[in-house]
């Protein structure tokens, strides 16, 4: 009997321990902290809480060691990744000195890539329900769809000529699909409109023009649509995500996470981000400085948040998120199999919520 008492106060002080917070600063027990190539990377100023739900780490840093590609391969400024249905990891990259989009497996081991020189400026990446890929080229004004051997299936855009018509775009940045195969583009650094397309790829509508108000945009950089086909837009350069029905309605906005550079939203209808708190010249768009966030669909809350250099970003339904960095890196944050509660809430602690409208 005095050896079951011992071993229930063991426990419970076990537990307190676990649910209280580390001094502000303090690292947690572990963590390895910048460049760490054998455990993985977390930014300097980041530490997961004791008793927090769930730890995020990073697992592994694509590109980092260049012998596992192929000679003369490097990254340079990563643009985009996404995922396929067998977790292959596509990498879309800046160098147009060799393939710009390199293919890897969830572990890192190089697989295959294509497109060499064929994109003047790489911005968005995403795979369709039906296994395509899709490439968007800013400065190019062009989308193109392949296969995932890299063969090309469809062009929209005209190469070098930026338009606003049916048939053109102006830098176009990122593209989300609805439940029924209908394509939203953002578009992007010059026509600041959203492009929908039906599922062959035929022209439907437009929405949205410059400025600041209601459905106005003054750099729509991302794009997802959620369960619900619901359509997100963040408007970077307006600190604010807008949120449409398929039609260009506009449902609400949300104005609290600051300056949001790329969104996904997963089968799960789990909302990821990659944010700065503000748009400001003081700030880099692409530095420690940035959030990885994640953020409940209907409310906007934030679930949790650590920092993360992140330019657009990509997440599996089993809670694997990629983050590709303008630094040159993608960044592959899971969950810590060490903490077994397995939920995303509370990454970090103490969030406090959006403002009441």
């Known amino acids: 009997m005095k050896k079951l008492a011992t071993l229930v106060l063991i426990l419970l002080a076990f537990a307190v321990y676990a649910q209280a917070p580390l001094p502000q600063g303090a690292p947690g027990p572990n963590i390895p902290r910048g460049k760490a190539p054998e455990q993985g990377y977390v930014p300097d100023g980041w530490y997961p809480h004791p008793g927090s739900l769930m730890k995020y780490s990073v697992e592994i840093r694509f590109g980092e060691e260049p012998e596992t590609m192929p000679e003369g391969m490097k990254f340079g400024r990563v643009s985009a990744v996404t995922t396929d249905n ?3 990891v596509y990498v879309f990259k800046r160098d147009a000195k060799t393939d710009q989009i390199v293919v890897f497996d969830a572990q890192g081991k190089y697989l295959r890539s294509w497109g060499k020189g064929m994109f003047t400026r790489p911005h968005g990446l995403r795979v369709d329900r039906d296994q395509n890929v899709w490439a968007l080229d800013d400065a190019g004004h062009q989308i193109l769809k392949f296969t995932r051997d890299g063969k090309l299936l469809q062009t929209w855009g005209v190469k070098g000529k ?35 397309l039906d599922k062959a790829g035929n022209f439907v509508m437009t929405w949205g023009t410059e400025g600041d108000g209601p459905t106005q945009f003054r750099l729509p950089h991302s794009i997802a649509v959620d369960a619900k086909d619901r359509v997100y837009v963040s408007d970077r350069e307006n600190n604010r995500i807008q949120i449409f029905d398929t039609n260009g309605k506009l449902l609400k906005s949300w104005t609290h996470l600051g300056c949001t550079q790329g969104m996904f939203i997963t089968p799960k209808n789990e909302m990821w981000i990659v944010t700065h708190r503000n748009n400001s010249e003081n700030i880099t768009y692409d530095t420690l400085a940035g959030q990885l966030m994640k953020i409940d669909v209907e409310s906007g809350k934030i679930l949790g948040s650590m920092e993360s250099p992140g330019h657009m970003l990509t997440a599996t339904p089993a809670g694997i998120v990629y983050v590709a960095s303008l630094t040159g890196n993608v960044f592959k944050w899971q969950p810590d199999p060490w903490w077994p509660r397995r939920a995303h809430e509370a990454i970090r602690e103490n969030i406090p919520p959006p403002p009441a409208k």
């Open 86 to 88: 067998e977790n292959n």
């Open 162 to 196: 930026p338009g606003n018509d049916a048939k053109t775009f102006n830098r176009p940045t990122d593209i989300a699909f609805d439940s029924q195969g209908n394509a939203y583009i953002s578009d992007g650094y010059g026509n600041r409109r959203v492009v929908k």
